[in-house]
């Protein structure tokens, strides 16, 4: 083998053996949910890939971020970092906590963004961003937020105040504040208590004036912030307690009160429910009776109407009755006149002439006769002589001839048949 070939060869090899040992100085695989940023090797050029794939790095310097990362700011191991990354904060009565919790941390999406992040603001790692930017922030906010209100305010009713106040400065910046005075009632002994607190200055629109925002141009974006705990030094625990003890005593108390003055009210009020239903009661009962008066009224009125009519027709009945008996009065008694006039009421004396003549026949056939008649023409006085017998026979017969004819005459009769009569 010549020395030519072998110097050639041994080129080569080495130029392979440098290809293989700067391999990963010469191509870089952005992963999903990164992005790179990269110095060239010997210009110095920035830039930046922000999407997954294979790049050429040339030697160059390469630095890697998350598209997006949670930021911890809390004292538990297991969610942030190995050491106590809490923010301590002092309430304005002097009383101080340990605040914990997480936000979103959404970085830059652009080239220009994430390059401008390392050049122009220094944060070549994105663990500088963490320290350097998003931890200050945070802690910020939350100690201005803590100077806004008391410890016991920030456990009890200005809790939601407290997480609203610390987000709109982590977005927008840090308040603008001023003192002011301000009374206020105290809860557990009622008396109005005034001291001087800081307030956020507002603008002519009542919207609260920040100061320069640290995030503003980094193309950063902050999301889904927490606070996920309150961790108050050991006095002020006690001293919250205390106080909610004592608050919970005054506001039962209050309870008490309040309760008893709208049970008070209740039986008020319940007593001129009672009253007002009696009266009701008492108006239906006399709305009823007035409806049952009433009602018998129309019912006797319309029975009074109903005998009315009735006697209206009873008598209209009565007049007809009248009328008709007397018609049939008036017939009978034309018939009875016709009757007289055609036969002089013959039925009617015969039938008298009848009774009076059986009546004087069955009293002479009773009547006692003498044993013995004394006669003026010297005759035998015994009973049963034949003159003495006949004669008397004679005087009886004579005086029942006058008796009979003096009665046909009375009565009208006149025995003879008519001339031209028919027998019946």
Do not use: C
């Not at 800081?198 to 629109?205: A, H």
């Not at 015994?382 to 004819?405: H, R, V």
Request: neutral net charge; without cysteine.
């Amino acid at each position: 083998m010549k020395v030519k070939t072998i110097v050639k060869l041994s080129i080569v090899a080495v130029i392979i053996l440098v290809a293989m040992t700067s391999l990963n100085n010469l191509v870089e695989t952005v992963e999903k949910g990164t992005y790179q940023v990269k110095q060239a090797a010997v210009t110095g050029t920035m830039s930046a890939k922000m999407t997954p794939g294979l790049w050429m790095q040339w030697f160059g310097d390469i630095e890697p971020f998350p598209n997006q990362e949670t930021f911890f700011f809390t004292s538990d191991s297991s969610e942030g970092g190995a050491h106590d990354q809490s923010v301590k904060v002092r309430f304005n009565d002097g009383s101080g906590a340990q605040i914990s919790g997480t936000l979103r941390v959404i970085m830059p999406t652009s080239p220009t963004d994430a390059i401008d992040l390392v050049t122009k603001r220094g944060f070549k790692t994105y663990m500088d961003v963490e320290q350097k930017l998003i931890l200050p922030t945070v802690r910020n906010a939350l100690r201005m937020t803590a100077n806004l209100m008391t410890a016991r305010e920030s456990y009890s009713e200005k809790r939601s105040d407290f997480n609203s106040h610390a987000w709109n400065q982590i977005e927008n910046g840090i308040y603008e504040t001023e003192e002011k005075w301000e009374t206020k009632k105290d809860p557990i002994t009622g008396k109005d208590v005034t001291r001087k607190v800081k307030v956020p200055k507002v603008d002519k629109n009542g919207n609260a004036i920040h100061q320069a925002n640290p995030l503003e141009g980094t193309g950063i974006r902050l999301a889904n912030f927490e606070i996920k705990d309150y961790v108050y030094e050991g006095k002020v625990k006690e001293q919250i307690a205390e106080q909610q003890k004592a608050m919970m005593a005054v506001a039962t108390a209050r309870a008490n009160a309040e309760k008893a003055k709208q049970d008070a009210l209740t039986i008020e009020e319940q007593g001129k429910a009672d009253v007002m239903k009696a009266k009701y009661e008492e108006e239906q009962k006399k709305i009823r009776a007035v409806v049952d008066a009433e009602k018998v009224k129309q019912v006797a009125e319309l029975n009074a109407e109903k005998a009315l009519e009735v006697a209206k027709f009873d008598a209209k009945a009565a007049e007809q009755e009248k009328k008709a008996n007397i018609l049939r009065g008036q017939g009978e008694a034309e018939r009875k006149k016709a009757v007289l006039a055609a036969d002089g009421a013959l039925a009617q004396k015969l039938e008298t002439f009848q009774s009076v003549m059986g009546m004087w026949a069955e009293a002479y056939s009773k009547r006692k006769v003498p044993g013995y008649m004394i006669m003026s023409s010297g005759g035998d006085s015994k009973t049963g002589g034949i003159g003495g017998a006949n004669a008397l026979d004679m005087q009886n017969t004579q005086f029942m001839t006058t008796l009979n004819a003096m009665l046909a005459n009375q009565l009208g009769l006149d025995m003879g048949i008519a001339k031209g009569a028919v027998s019946q």
